[in-house]
């Protein structure tokens, strides 16, 4: 068997003190490492984002108008996250107390039904007793005229009297009977009129109720996702529970036209402006990507939140590009604003970085066995790189760990 030469044999012993050097420095630190390379690349100067994708066409749902009505139990609610078509049922309110009042008003309105059609037919009975009386009365008018018209030497002048006396009566009777089927018309038509307008207050209000019984079955306007609305106390409405009059409780935005509402941590407020483009990812997908500029910038500084006492800028970035498939309002997304772009420098994985007392270092290879350490300068980071200003080369390597 031929042994290695006493120069194959030192390389291999450099060889196997440098691989152990590079697993006492990772035990070191606790980690598995792996040596990357030093590279020259475009940075440019970024900011970072979180926010929530919101839709700019929204349509609300909510209680109904309805008259003598002004609390609301919910009786269905479609659960969020549903896609629905137009015109399908989303919100329902519980009809017991209209249905109720239904039930009195149609009552009512048959009995004013009841109540004209029987005055109608009593006036008809008393105008045709009227005509009859008063057909009477005329044709003994007609009588005694002509009973009267005879000659003298025909008819004793006893009963000539008799009937310009009866034919008197007759005419007055005429006169009496026809101002008695005026009168009669008039009270009557007042009487029908007053009945009629009764029976239709009944109609109108049976009519209301049942458009108000309508009303309390919501339905979607147009296609999309249903999304419940926050109240005052941040809590959203449940199967059961009560809504006051003209309340919003479901929204369904229109797929299309979408924003960004974001924030970003007061150090970096300067460095925005309108028009700067943004490269977002949705938290739940990662590989879903979106492009997006800034459309308006709040000047205020405020905490994000209640919990959160951390000082944000709000603004709002305009949706360029999105896979319209996917993304939804109400997602969440992060990201980074691109405030410059830079020329390509000299950059390592931030994860190569390490910390001391005197600064930023890293660990270089070396091919003598050692891990020697590197001061370093560092300028601009962008996510998982960093700018070397000074300490390193392009091509050189350095260790980082690899989990």
């Known amino acids: 068997m031929t042994r290695p030469s006493t120069a194959a044999r030192a ?3 450099l060889g196997v003190l440098a691989a152990a050097a590079v697993a006492v420095a990772s035990r070191g ?6 040596w990357v390379s030093v590279e020259r690349r475009e940075l440019p100067v970024t900011v970072p984002l979180n926010g929530r994708l919101r839709a700019v066409r929204v349509t609300e749902y909510g209680a109904p108008l309805v008259p003598k009505v002004w609390n609301y139990k919910i009786s269905f609610l479609a659960p969020e996250g549903t896609e629905v078509e137009a015109g399908e049922r989303i919100l329902a309110f519980d009809t017991s107390e209209l249905e109720e009042r239904l039930r009195r008003n149609l009552s009512a ?3 004013a039904e009841e109540s004209l059609k029987k005055r109608r037919q009593d006036l008809d009975v008393l105008l045709r007793e009227e005509e009859l009386a008063l057909s009477e009365a005329q044709a003994r008018g007609r009588k005694a005229e002509l009973d009267g018209g005879l000659p003298e030497d025909v008819v004793a002048r006893r009963d000539l009297e008799k009937s310009a006396i009866e034919r ?7 006169g009496y009977r026809e101002s008695r089927r005026e009168a009669l ?3 009557g038509k007042a009487e029908l009129n007053a009945l009629e307008e009764q029976r239709r207050r009944a109609a109108d209000e049976v009519a209301e109720i049942e458009r108000s019984i309508g009303s309390m079955t919501v339905r979607a306007q147009r296609p999309g996702t249903v999304m419940y609305k926050t109240g005052f106390e941040g809590a959203k409405k449940q199967l059961g529970d009560t809504a006051w009059r003209g309340e919003r409780l479901i929204e369904i935005p229109e797929l299309g036209e979408m924003v960004v509402d974001a924030t970003v941590v007061e150090a970096y407020a300067g460095l925005l402006a309108p028009g700067l483009p943004a490269e977002l990812f949705l938290e739940s997908d990662p590989r879903q990507t979106l492009r997006a500029v800034i459309s308006t910038l709040q000047q205020t500084i405020e905490r994000r939140s209640e919990q959160d006492p951390r000082k944000v800028v709000r603004l709002e970035l305009a949706v360029t590009e999105a896979p319209a498939s996917v993304v939804r309002p109400g997602m ?3 990201g980074t604003i691109v405030v410059e772009r830079r020329g390509r420098v000299v950059a390592l994985p931030v994860a190569a970085v390490r910390r001391s007392a005197e600064g930023p270092f890293v660990l270089t290879r070396s091919w003598l066995g050692r891990t020697p350490r590197r001061a370093l300068e560092l300028g601009r980071r962008d996510g998982d790189w960093v700018e070397v200003v000074a300490g390193l080369e392009e091509g050189e390597q350095v260790l980082a760990p690899s989990r």
């Open 168 to 174: 008197g009566l007759a005419e007055r009777e005429v």
């Open 11 to 13: 390389w291999i012993a």
């Open 109 to 111: 309105r048959e009995a």
């Open 29 to 34: 630190q606790g980690e598995t490492s792996s």
């Open 332 to 334: 969440r997304v992060q």
């Open 185 to 187: 018309e008039r009270r």
